[in-house]
């Protein structure tokens, strides 16, 4: 009798974290609403007027016209590291492009740290209760619920992810990292990360794998350890946004066409994970042209017996089935569809593990 249990790999993307995230249409109005906040903010403690400060954000504000004329920000990041790769490195025009490059970065991760640690008003009342909350609540404010229920539903006593389970994200956000920290009781995110066995920026073995890097500064302060926007957060995001180009203000995001020796290590064991698989399930994630490239990589070896399931709105992933045999020739057909979008999808052989001549793969979104 076999009594292997089921290797179940999550393939995340964008959709994975809807419940708590702007999506990409949403994008440039959140930029916005986050630039409007900030300024009241520097307008709050500073001496300056409106003008000055704004004029200190005026590559903030070219950027954001950038923005809403491509299809979305990770796009415009592209288009700046290719201009970038264009140039002969070490040059004045390298130097410029290489700087517009990280900054798209730097408003990345001040968007998504903005949203951790900002609360939308739901009510009158609300703004007032929000300050008696613990920083738990103020965690689970702002996080996709679907991701405390899988780890409810995963995470062994020792609250550690099973060796069967593995998790290859797009996502540079930080919800696994909130979802875990009730479970941990640390406050900086990116030591809880490294707990739920999150590579990052290292060459070692992990479960988790963030082809993007993750949207965390690494300034003094160590905003992912922040829970509310304050005067401390605020010079973060102000230093981080203004036109000087800081270069000790660095961020966590290393997108996965970028070609150096951790993006390597990403794409290496995502594939892995993927050779690894009995059942792979994308949630969130539409396959995106200019990732082909690491999508043909981390599927190129999935196993023959493997089935992929895509969850999430039937019309959408009947779409995305149809996609993927320029992934690997014959993908379609081992590809089905779960329209059910209230958790992560767990099939039967996680609990029934004899099962597993049966089983399917199945894409999560």
């Given amino acids: ?7 179940i790999c999550f393939l995340l993307g964008a959709g994975a974290s809807y419940q708590a ?19 009241i903010f520097e307008l709050n403690k500073s001496a300056l007027t409106y003008d000055p400060i704004r004029d200190q954000l005026n590559n ?13 920000i990770d796009t415009l990041a592209r288009k ?12 004045s025009e390298y130097v410029y492009w290489n700087k517009e490059y990280e900054y798209i970065k730097r408003i990345i991760s001040c968007l998504l740290t903005y949203r951790r640690l ?20 103020r965690m689970a404010f702002k996080l996709d619920p679907r991701y405390d229920s899988l780890l409810a539903s995963i995470l062994t006593p020792k609250l550690r992810l099973p060796e069967n389970i593995s998790i290859i994200s797009w996502n540079y956000d930080l919800q696994l990292e909130q979802a875990f920290s009730f479970y941990e009781g640390q406050s900086d995110l990116i030591e809880v990360g490294k707990k739920l ?32 926007y304050n005067t401390e957060s605020h010079n973060v995001f102000w230093n981080a946004l203004k036109d000087s180009h800081d270069p000790n ?13 951790i993006i390597s290590h990403y794409r290496e064991l995502a594939a892995k994970k993927i050779t690894e698989a009995d059942f792979v399930i994308v949630i969130g994630y539409s396959f995106p042209i200019f990732n082909r490239e690491t999508d043909i990589q981390i599927f190129s070896k999935l196993p023959s017996s493997a089935k992929l399931i895509i969850q999430g709105p039937e019309e959408q992933g009947n779409r995305i089935v149809s996609q993927m045999d320029s992934i690997k020739k014959g993908l379609s057909k081992k590809t089905s569809v779960v329209s059910n979008l209230d958790q992560f999808y767990l099939p039967n052989e996680y609990w029934q593990p004899n099962n597993l001549s049966s089983a399917k793969i199945y894409s999560v979104f």
């Fill in 1 to 7: 009798m076999n009594n292997k249990q089921a290797n």
């Fill in 197 to 228: 066995n999150i590579g990052y920026e290292t060459h070692e073995e992990s479960s988790i794998i963030k082809l993007n890097g993750t949207a965390w500064f690494n300034p003094a302060g160590s905003i992912q350890a922040f829970y509310e």
């Fill in 21 to 39: 995230l702007p999506v990409v249409n949403e994008i440039p109005r959140e930029l916005e609403k986050m630039m409007e906040f900030i300024v």
């Fill in 60 to 72: 903030f504000y070219s950027k954001l016209e950038e923005i809403k004329k491509h299809s979305s």
């Fill in 80 to 91: 700046y590291w290719l201009k970038r790769e264009t140039c002969e490195h070490g040059t």
């Fill in 249 to 261: 203000i660095k961020t966590g995001i290393k997108f996965s066409w970028e070609q150096d020796e």
């Fill in 118 to 137: 900002t609360i939308t008003t739901l009510s009158d009342n609300f703004s007032n209760e929000i300050t008696t909350f613990d920083n738990k609540q």
